[in-house]
């Protein structure tokens, strides 16, 4: 079957063998898109199944690889909406909820998924350039070997975490602290499942975030005053505009026809994906609008129209957060409550 074929249950065995409590990356919360309804998602992934199979079948009649053939990037995000959208683990657990009453509260709403393609130019001028990423960031191919396509997935939060998180600057909602933690917990495991899902099909993966080789340095501060604080051989939020989901803001977060509340994540595969068009070309701050409402809502003062976001300053509170709220942490406060939180901004 092709991979936009009907997802069968989820084995919960499975999904939660695969969470390990790996560590959280940046990100913030997102908007509602829900699951396709059940019907539909059966006679859609039963048409994209009856395409894939007389794909293959031509692909052997004319002795093309099978490995070549154009996979369906729509009908994965239609299989893992009806996933994430259907997990009891998308949502909070009474084993780890930090209050009683927020136990079911659902962490994410149905993620995107956009692709691009290994070769990409944008991957090596990333590479290229300080400014961006630098030399620490690893090509695609330098990640799996025979590498075709980049699939970037973006998982915006639920309605529930994002409101929780709207007051109060200087304190993190419980909702939000747990949708940074174990919402990446679940973005982890749900990655490696869709991994899985490529298996089945015969191709092979890689997940940089989850990879033994990923390397995560600090800069110093003197270099990290206009520049985030880390540098990595992967970068989720680059990989995402390099596959067509969305800009950067004056937070540096990624913002998505869904906003920019939310996570990411990323699969590099030699599945072959038609790559998702960019509507907004190599321009990384077309959504944004510079009005100035994420510098009003940050608690510290991290972001400004003439200065940008100083990551130091934005760091060393994160770092606050995490003495405040072990095992947790976050902020997320510029987030919400702003033009961006749900969507690209009118008139962009």
């Known amino acids: 079957?092709?991979?936009?074929?009907?997802?069968?249950?989820?084995?919960?065995?499975?999904?939660?063998?695969?969470?390990?409590?790996?560590?959280?990356?940046?990100?913030?919360?997102?908007?509602?898109?829900?699951?396709?309804?059940?019907?539909?998602?059966?006679?859609?992934?039963?048409?994209?199944?009856?395409?894939?199979?007389?794909?293959?079948a031509g692909a052997a009649e004319s002795g093309q690889p099978a490995a070549r053939q154009i996979m369906d990037i729509a009908g994965l995000e239609r299989r893992l909406a009806q996933y994430v959208m259907t997990s009891a683990d998308n949502a909070l657990?009474?084993?780890?909820?930090?209050?009683?009453e927020i136990v079911g509260t659902p962490l994410f709403d149905a993620p995107i998924v956009g692709c691009a393609s290994a070769?990409?130019?944008?991957?090596a001028r990333m590479k290229s350039d300080d400014q961006i990423i630098g030399d620490t960031l690893r090509l695609p191919a330098d990640w799996l070997p025979g590498a075709r396509s980049v699939i970037a997935i973006f998982y915006p939060f639920s309605e529930q975490v994002r409101k929780s998180n709207w007051d109060n600057l200087g304190v993190p909602s419980d909702e939000w602290l747990h949708g940074r933690i174990e919402g990446h917990?679940?973005?982890?495991?749900?990655?490696?499942?869709?991994?899985?899902?490529?298996a089945d099909e015969g191709y092979r993966t890689c997940i940089p975030a989850l990879?033994?080789?990923?390397?995560i340095r600090k800069r110093d501060p003197e270099d990290a005053v206009d520049r985030p604080m880390f540098v990595s051989s992967w970068s989720e939020r680059h990989a995402a505009f390099a596959a067509g989901l969305g800009t950067f803001g004056l937070s540096a977060h990624l913002i998505t026809r869904v906003g920019?509340?939310?996570?990411?994540?990323?699969?590099?595969?030699?599945?072959?994906?038609?790559?998702?068009?960019?509507?907004?070309?190599?321009?990384?701050?077309?959504?944004?609008?510079?009005?100035?409402a994420c510098a009003k809502r940050c608690p510290v003062d991290a972001l400004s129209l003439e200065t940008g976001k100083d990551?130091?300053?934005?760091?060393?509170?994160?770092?606050?957060?995490?003495?405040?709220?072990?095992?947790?942490?976050?902020?997320?406060?510029?987030?919400?409550?702003?033009?961006?939180?749900?969507?690209?901004?009118?008139?962009?």
Do not use: N
Not at 93 to 100: E, G
Not at 185 to 198: C, E, N, S
Not at 211 to 215: A, E, F, G, N, Y
Not at 321 to 340: D, H, M, W
């Open 311 to 348: 990551f130091q300053t934005c760091w060393v509170y994160m770092e606050e957060t995490k003495i405040r709220f072990k095992p947790r942490y976050g902020c997320g406060k510029c987030q919400l409550l702003v033009p961006c939180e749900t969507g690209i901004p009118a008139g962009r």
């Open 211 to 215: 990879d033994p080789s990923l390397v």
């Open 260 to 292: 920019k509340a939310g996570r990411f994540g990323s699969i590099i595969t030699d599945a072959v994906f038609s790559p998702t068009p960019r509507p907004y070309g190599e321009d990384p701050y077309a959504y944004c609008t510079r009005c100035g």
């Open 119 to 123: 070769d990409d130019p944008l991957f």
């Open 1 to 56: 079957m092709g991979i936009a074929a009907s997802a069968k249950p989820a084995a919960r065995e499975a999904v939660g063998a695969a969470e390990s409590g790996q560590p959280a990356a940046q990100g913030a919360a997102g908007a509602a898109e829900s699951g396709q309804p059940a019907a539909q998602e059966a006679v859609g992934a039963a048409a994209s199944a009856q395409g894939a199979a007389q794909g293959a």
């Open 93 to 100: 657990q009474a084993d780890y909820a930090l209050r009683d």
């Open 185 to 198: 917990d679940f973005i982890h495991a749900t990655d490696r499942m869709v991994a899985g899902w490529l």
